[in-house]
């Protein structure tokens, strides 16, 4: 047989001898990762004037990633975990971005002229125990005007949601409740700010109303 075509062929043998290793002594491919969102969100009923001319949601580095995270309070609190097999379809300020804007604001129609800025603190699934677990969001919500970094108004919120299973997909549906959740009270929130009082949210160096 001549080297060349020798050769080939145990070239051919090698790799063949390869795939089969890997379909067999490797035990079997890992699964595909589950992506998951947020779902849609609905918009508030909130008057015009009320409205935040732009939503920006901002997260610390250990949130700008779509590992879906996880704490194990009950044994390691301080430590982050991840889901192998399940990720978030985009960052947790991403998601959350855009179901606010949603929740938040009405395309073509009025608003405060503030912009409505929510720092992330915690987007994670937390156990209390291997059987039971919530889903936590805690943000700094602040209120700016149309220019400018000098807050209009401030505030801290945090919500937790109970999931229905303790694994990722309890997790998921737990964080589309919170995130319902933290839409009402940012909304309930800006419902309650006096336009005409000390906020100055349509006045002067504030902010300034689109009809």
Not at 28 to 40: H, K, Q, T, V
Not at 141 to 161: C, H, I, K, M, Q
Not at 195 to 200: I, K, L, N, T, V
């Amino acid at each position: 047989m001549p080297m060349t075509r020798r050769f080939s062929t145990l070239a051919a043998t090698a790799l063949l001898a390869a795939g089969l290793a890997g379909c067999t002594g490797l035990g079997e491919p890992p699964p595909d990762m589950a992506l998951f969102d947020l779902g849609s969100s609905a918009p508030l009923a909130l008057d015009n004037a009320h409205r935040p001319a732009s939503v920006d949601v901002r997260a610390p580095s250990w949130l700008t990633t779509s590992a879906m995270q996880y704490r194990l309070a009950y044994a390691d609190p301080q430590r982050r975990l991840a889901y192998g097999e399940s990720r978030w379809a985009a960052t947790p300020a991403e998601m959350l971005m855009v179901a606010l804007d949603r929740a938040l604001r009405v395309p073509g129609a009025g608003d405060s002229g503030c912009r409505l800025r929510v720092e992330l603190d915690e987007f994670a699934q937390v156990f209390s125990a291997a059987d039971a677990s919530e889903l936590r969001i805690a943000v700094r919500a602040t209120l700016l005007p149309s220019r400018g970094e000098t807050p209009v108004a401030g505030r801290d919120l945090a919500v937790g949601v109970a999931t229905r299973s303790a694994d990722a997909h309890g997790g998921v549906a737990a964080a589309q409740g919170a995130v319902r959740e933290l839409a009402a009270e940012l909304g309930n929130w800006l419902a309650a700010l006096d336009p005409s009082a000390a906020q100055g949210l349509n006045g002067g160096a504030g902010c300034r109303a689109s009809k």
